[in-house]
C-alpha cells in the first residue's frame, strides 16, 4: 500500500499569493490613512501647546510674543520667547536678544531643532546649515502690509503679530474666538533653482488691494525662475520674517505665497494633510479648516478688527 502525499498545487499557491496581495492593498490604504491620523493630531498638539504658551507669556508680560523689539535689523523671532513655556528653558538661555538672529552669539540656538516647531507631515528638505525648521506661523492679518517700507496708502496690518507692534488680547477686538493666532505652514525647498509649490514668489508687481495681490500671485509664471522670491521657507525659526513666521489670510489655505517688495506680503497657510490644514484662534482652541473655506470668512478670520459676522465655516 502506498501512501498519498497531501501538498498545494502551483495553482492553488499563486490563488493564495493573489488572496494575501488583494488583502495588503485593501489594507494599506487604512494603515497609511491611521498614520496621517496620529501625525495630524501631533501637529494639533503642537498647535495647542504653542497657543497654551502664548497665553501664560501673555499673563507674565500682558501682550502677545513681539516682533522686532526697537525696530531691530533681523530681529530674533516672536517663537523664541515662548521657549520657557513650552519647557525649552536651557535653549531660551542661549538666545541673545540684543543682537540680530544672524549674530554668532545665536548660533547654537539658530540651528536647533524644536519639536513642538516641526509637523510630522512635512519632512523639511532644506539644508541643515540655515537653521532649525518651524511649520507654525503668526498671524500677521488680512491685508498685505507687513512692513513700514510697503503702508503707503495702505490700511495698518491687522494680525497679531506683525513688526514694531506690540499687542494685547484686549487689542482683539473681534474677539479671541473669531481670530486667527497661528496656522500650519510648509517649509521649502531651499533652492531658487528649482520652483515648488512651497516657495514664494515674486510677481514684480505692487498690488494696492488683498484681491489684486491674490490675481498677481496666482498669475505669475512658477516655472519662471526668475520669479523665484524665497526658498528657505520655515527656517531658520530664530527668524521674524513673513517666510519663517508669518503668514497672512490674503490667499486660501493652500493657495501660493507671494511676495511684493517693498513690504508688501501674501504668505499663505499650507500643509500636507488632505482637504485642509489646522489653525489655532486666539483662545487656545485648534481646528482643521477646508481649502475650500470661503475666501471672505478665512480673511474675515485674519482680522483682529473688522467687526465681521463669521458664522460657522
Same mark, same amino acid.
Given at each position: 500500500?502506498?501512501? *498519498? *502525499?497531501?501538498?498545494?498545487?502551483?495553482?492553488?499557491?499563486?490563488?493564495?499569493?493573489?488572496?494575501?496581495?488583494?488583502?495588503?492593498?485593501?489594507?494599506?490604504?487604512?494603515?497609511?490613512?491611521? #498614520?496621517?491620523?496620529?501625525?495630524?493630531?501631533?501637529?494639533?498638539?503642537?498647535?495647542?501647546?504653542?497657543?497654551?504658551?502664548?497665553?501664560?507669556?501673555?499673563?507674565v508680560?500682558?501682550?502677545?510674543?513681539?516682533?522686532?523689539?526697537?525696530?531691530?535689523?533681523?530681529?530674533?523671532?516672536?517663537?523664541?520667547?515662548?521657549?520657557?513655556?513650552?519647557?525649552?528653558?536651557?535653549?531660551?538661555?542661549?538666545?541673545?536678544?540684543?543682537?540680530? !538672529?544672524?549674530?554668532?552669539?545665536?548660533?547654537?540656538? *539658530?540651528?536647533?531643532?524644536?519639536?513642538?516647531?516641526?509637523?510630522?507631515?512635512?519632512?523639511?528638505?532644506?539644508?541643515?546649515?540655515?537653521?532649525?525648521?518651524?511649520? !507654525?506661523?503668526? +498671524?500677521?492679518?488680512?491685508?498685505?502690509?507687513?512692513?513700514?517700507?510697503g503702508?503707503?496708502?495702505?490700511?495698518?496690518? +491687522?494680525?497679531?503679530?506683525? &513688526?514694531?507692534?506690540?499687542?494685547?488680547?484686549?487689542?482683539i477686538? =473681534?474677539?479671541?474666538?473669531?481670530t486667527?493666532?497661528?496656522?500650519?505652514?510648509?517649509?521649502?525647498?531651499?533652492?531658487?533653482?528649482?520652483?515648488?509649490?512651497? =516657495?514664494?514668489? *515674486?510677481?514684480?508687481? &505692487?498690488?494696492?488691494?488683498?484681491?489684486?495681490?491674490?490675481?498677481?500671485?496666482?498669475?505669475?509664471?512658477?516655472?519662471?525662475?526668475?520669479?523665484?522670491?524665497?526658498?528657505?521657507?520655515?527656517?531658520?525659526?530664530?527668524?521674524? !520674517?513673513?517666510?519663517?513666521?508669518?503668514?497672512? &489670510?490674503?490667499?486660501?489655505?493652500?493657495?501660493?505665497?507671494?511676495m511684493?517688495?517693498?513690504g508688501?506680503?501674501?504668505?499663505?497657510?499650507?500643509? &500636507?494633510?488632505?482637504?485642509?490644514?489646522?489653525?489655532?484662534?486666539?483662545?487656545?482652541?485648534?481646528?482643521?479648516?477646508?481649502?475650500?473655506?470661503n475666501?471672505?470668512?478665512? #480673511?474675515?478670520?485674519?482680522?483682529?478688527?473688522?467687526?465681521?459676522?463669521?458664522?460657522? !465655516?
Amino acid at each position: 500500500m502506498s501512501r *498519498r *502525499r497531501c501538498a498545494f498545487t502551483l495553482v492553488e499557491l499563486l490563488v493564495v499569493i493573489a488572496i494575501i496581495g488583494i488583502l495588503v492593498s485593501l489594507l494599506l490604504p487604512a494603515v497609511q490613512s491611521a #498614520r496621517e491620523a496620529a501625525r495630524r493630531m501631533q501637529c494639533g498638539n503642537n498647535l495647542k501647546q504653542i497657543s497654551l504658551a502664548m497665553h501664560n507669556y501673555h499673563d507674565v508680560f500682558r501682550c502677545i510674543p513681539i516682533a522686532d523689539v526697537n525696530g531691530a535689523v533681523n530681529a530674533v523671532s516672536a517663537h523664541a520667547r515662548l521657549l520657557p513655556y513650552l519647557e525649552q528653558n536651557n535653549l531660551y538661555q542661549l538666545v541673545d536678544f540684543n543682537v540680530p !538672529y544672524d549674530h554668532a552669539n545665536n548660533a547654537v540656538a *539658530r540651528n536647533a531643532e524644536v519639536a513642538a516647531f516641526r509637523c510630522p507631515t512635512d519632512p523639511s528638505r532644506l539644508p541643515s546649515l540655515i537653521g532649525g525648521g518651524n511649520n !507654525y506661523y503668526w +498671524n500677521a492679518g488680512s491685508g498685505i502690509v507687513m512692513y513700514s517700507s510697503g503702508a503707503a496708502g495702505q490700511p495698518s496690518a +491687522n494680525g497679531i503679530v506683525w &513688526h514694531n507692534q506690540v499687542f494685547r488680547f484686549a487689542d482683539i477686538l =473681534d474677539g479671541l474666538s473669531n481670530t486667527a493666532g497661528m496656522a500650519e505652514k510648509l517649509t521649502g525647498d531651499g533652492n531658487n533653482g528649482i520652483s515648488s509649490p512651497t =516657495d514664494t514668489f *515674486r510677481p514684480g508687481t &505692487h498690488p494696492a488691494t488683498p484681491d489684486e495681490a491674490m490675481q498677481h500671485c496666482n498669475a505669475v509664471d512658477v516655472k519662471d525662475l526668475s520669479k523665484q522670491g524665497y526658498s528657505n521657507v520655515g527656517a531658520p525659526w530664530l527668524q521674524q !520674517y513673513h517666510s519663517t513666521n508669518q503668514y497672512n &489670510h490674503v490667499l486660501p489655505p493652500n493657495g501660493r505665497s507671494c511676495m511684493y517688495p517693498p513690504g508688501r506680503i501674501a504668505t499663505t497657510a499650507n500643509s &500636507h494633510h488632505p482637504g485642509g490644514l489646522q489653525f489655532a484662534l486666539c483662545d487656545g482652541s485648534v481646528r482643521f479648516v477646508s481649502t475650500t473655506i470661503n475666501l471672505s470668512t478665512w #480673511r474675515s478670520l485674519g482680522s483682529t478688527n473688522g467687526g465681521e459676522n463669521i458664522g460657522e !465655516y
